[in-house]
């Protein structure tokens, strides 16, 4: 091993993040996710009460389709 990596070898990110911030973008993408076999979701909130807190940003990725980061404020 290298310096600080943790493998020998470069790791890039082949995926495509868009950053989605309003219903009609978030409409216009979600087609592609229709019809992936698999897709993976990730929620991010203000906190882990789930009476007063709220979601903040949702993630989803499939790997037909690009990486949706959604703001939900």
Same mark, same amino acid.
């Given at each position: ?15 495509? $993040? *868009? ?6 973008? /978030? ?6 996710? @229709?019809?992936? #076999? ?12 789930? $009476? *007063? ?6 993630? /989803? ?6 990486? @949706?980061?959604? #703001?939900?404020?």
């Amino acid at each position: 091993m290298t310096g600080n990596l943790l493998f020998d070898f470069p790791i890039e990110s082949k995926s495509e $993040y *868009q950053y989605i911030n309003s219903s009609t973008e /978030l409409e216009a993408k979600l087609s592609s996710y @229709l019809t992936a #076999d698999e897709i993976g979701l990730d929620i991010e909130t203000t906190g882990l009460d789930p $009476y *007063q807190n709220r979601i903040r940003l949702l993630q /989803l990725s499939s790997r037909d389709a690009p990486n @949706l980061l959604i #703001d939900a404020y």
